[in-house]
Structure formats: C-alpha cells, structure tokens
C-alpha cells in the first residue's frame, strides 16, 4: 500500500555557503525522493520568526532565527511513501555528533546550529511548512 507524504526540506546557510546544495539533493534523489518544488532565497529574519514560531520559548531561539536569515537558504517539497519520517532518518540526529552514519548532518553538519538542514517534524508541521513557503 503506498503511503505517499510530502515534506519540507531547507539547506541551511551553512551547507549553501560550501556549496553542498547538489550533493545534498543527490542524497534525497538515491533514497527515492522527488523533489517537487524548490526555490533559492534568503529570509527576513521576521520571517525566520514566524516559521520557527515552535520553538519561541527556547533560549536558542533568537540566535536560531538569525542564523536561518543570514544568508541563502534552499527550500524543497519532497515527496516519498513516508517522507516525513524516511527524510528524518536521511538527516540524522539534530545534533551532528549524535548523527549515524550515512546521514546527511553526519557527513555535513558543523554542529547543532550549523546542522546543515531542516526537515517537519511531523505530517501536520509538514503542511504548514510546505505552505509557509510554498502558498500557491
Ligand atoms: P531544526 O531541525 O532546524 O529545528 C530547530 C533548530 O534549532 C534545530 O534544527 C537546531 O539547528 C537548532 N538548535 C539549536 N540549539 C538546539 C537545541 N539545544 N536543541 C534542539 N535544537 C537546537
């Protein structure tokens, strides 16, 4: 039975700064996902507010935000049967150090700031993140 999900994925500063954009969506591609929408930008870091709204009572809050805008981000709608949870398993644990092995922040990630992407949480957070950047 398929189970097809859509979710967000963002390259972070830190992975568009070294020029990690093709390599990273290769790692998507070989694991079966389609990348069905995409956009190069960079954000406000109001904006940047707003999407991590989650996460506003956390003392890493402020520095998150301003990290998000401080330069070029990617942002793709991925699709996959279980894309939200199969694109956590690809990204690994949210801090590099505790990433396996074969993970996108294991191979990539500078730390649990510079972590190199983002992806939903969850199906409901994945809607809300697709539309937060994707309206149309
Ligand atoms: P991300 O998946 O984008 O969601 C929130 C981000 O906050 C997370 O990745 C980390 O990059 C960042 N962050 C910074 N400090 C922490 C922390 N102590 N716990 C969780 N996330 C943190």
Redesign the pocket.
């Known amino acids: 039975m398929s189970n097809l999900e859509q979710t967000l994925s963002i390259i972070k500063p830190d992975a568009v700064e070294r020029n990690l954009e093709n390599e990273i969506k290769e790692m998507f591609k070989n694991k079966g996902f389609s990348i069905l929408k995409e956009k190069k930008i960079q954000i406000e870091k109001s904006e940047a507010e707003k999407f991590?709204k989650v996460?506003e009572t956390k003392p890493?809050y402020s520095d998150?935000c301003a990290y998000l805008s401080s330069g070029p981000i990617v942002v793709m709608v991925l699709e996959k049967d279980s894309a939200v949870f199969e694109n956590r398993e690809l990204m690994g644990a949210?801090n590099p150090k505790d990433a396996k092995e074969g993970t996108i922040r294991k191979k990539f990630g500078i730390s649990?700031?510079k972590?190199s992407v983002?992806?939903s949480d969850s199906i409901e957070n994945a809607t809300i993140e697709i539309n937060f950047f994707f309206k149309d």
């Open positions: 991590y996460h890493f998150l949210t649990i700031d972590n983002h992806g």
